[in-house]
């Protein structure tokens, strides 16, 4: 199984610039030749590059330094050197990135294809040829170029997912998951079976409707405090447009369920219980008499929005589904012409 790494402290490096020459024109016949060096090469850049291919940061060695290639030197002949490589180093899209002194956000990939200079390598210095001035014909000296910038980062991965499912350990998420979207995540009857976040992507109105789904792993009492998985996988829901709750509909109490989730939530940030959510009441084929479907909606009311459904057997799934359309903004519909 590959790893899930959603944050890595690493530290990059631009590359010096290539010093300058010092050297003097050789030429037949001319006794004293001028001053000829030419100047270094800009050391290369360090760059960062969202791309849809890449999902996780695993690749990523922790503390490692990452360095863009220096600047050549200058050559007679007044010949500039050649500028170093830029390094590029793809993330994926939703990798944040921030100063790892003083923890200030310094870019956020939002988008794929989006490329930002971290750190920029230094100047090349200057060769003798520069230095020549009326005055002064046969300058013996040349600038040693710029060091890079260097910079501690941290990259940290928020995933980018429109709706979030959040639950108890067990509730069927990633059932759920796996029946509106075409992902496949590992589904069992055990707590924690999801250990990593799970991304889908549900198809709508013959797919010209598209959005995503983010399966996290189960939350009990306590995650905040380090209990069962913690609460750090929280940071992959923290910009969904709308949370599903989503309970099994046999648990003993769920309204009270409801509290603990919002309560270690809005541990983790309390900005999470302002988005708009829906309730959605799992496993409801276990009841042979449907009647107490309707008898659970009504009594939960109060709670919000609630939908009751059966992930397994994939009852009420459309009607679910209608109602996250809600949450998201449907693209126009652009008349034929
Ligand atoms: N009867 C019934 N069982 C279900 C339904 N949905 C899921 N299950 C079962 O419930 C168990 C847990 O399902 P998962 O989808 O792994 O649950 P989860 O919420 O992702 O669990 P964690 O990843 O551990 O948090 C599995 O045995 C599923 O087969 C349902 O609608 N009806
Ligand atoms: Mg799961």
Redesign the pocket.
């Known amino acids: 199984m590959s790893k899930f790494i959603d944050e890595v402290f690493i530290q990059v490096k631009a590359g010096h610039g290539g010093p300058g020459a010092i050297s003097m024109r050789k030429e037949k016949f001319v006794e004293f030749g001028g001053p000829d060096g030419g100047d270094g090469g800009k050391g290369g850049a360090v760059i960062l590059k969202s791309d849809l291919a890449v999902q996780t940061l695993d690749k990523y060695i922790p503390l490692k330094v990452y360095s863009g290639h220096a600047g050549n030197h200058g050559e007679g002949r007044n010949k500039s050197g050649k500028n170093g490589e830029d390094l590029e180093l793809k993330v994926p899209v939703g990798t944040q990135v921030y100063d790892a002194e003083t923890n200030e956000l310094i870019h956020d990939f939002l988008s794929e294809d989006d490329e930002f200079t971290i750190v920029r390598g230094g100047r090349g210095g200057k060769g003798n040829a520069y230095f020549k001035t009326a005055t002064f014909q046969t300058p013996r000296f040349a600038q040693p170029g710029e060091e890079g910038e260097t910079k501690n980062i941290r990259l940290c991965l928020k995933l980018l997912a429109d709706i979030g499912i959040v ?10 998951l796996s029946k509106i979207t075409e992902a496949h ?10 250990l990593t976040p799970n991304l889908g992507v549900v198809r709508r109105d013959n797919d010209t409707f598209r959005y995503t789904l983010a ?1 996290i ?2 939350i009990i009492e306590g995650a905040s405090k380090g209990h069962g998985l913690g609460l750090s996988f929280l940071r992959h829901i923290e910009r969904v447009k709308a949370i599903i709750y ?1 309970f099994d509909a046999t648990s003993i109490d769920i309204e009270e369920d409801f509290k603990m989730l919002q309560n270690e939530l809005a541990t983790y940030n309390k900005a999470l219980l302002y988005k708009p959510y829906l309730i959605v009441l ?2 409801i ?2 009841w042979e008499d449907q009647g107490f479907t309707s008898e659970v909606t009504k009594k939960l009311s109060h709670m919000g929005k609630i939908i009751a ?5 994939e009852t009420n799934l459309e009607e679910l589904l209608s109602s996250l359309d809600e949450f998201l903004v449907k693209p126009p519909i652009i008349p034929a012409s």
């Open positions: 639950g108890l350990p067990n509730a069927g998420k990633s059932t759920l995540p590992k589904v069992a009857g055990y707590a924690f079976t999801t399966d792993p189960g989503l799992n496993k084929d276990i459904i059966s992930a397994e057997k």
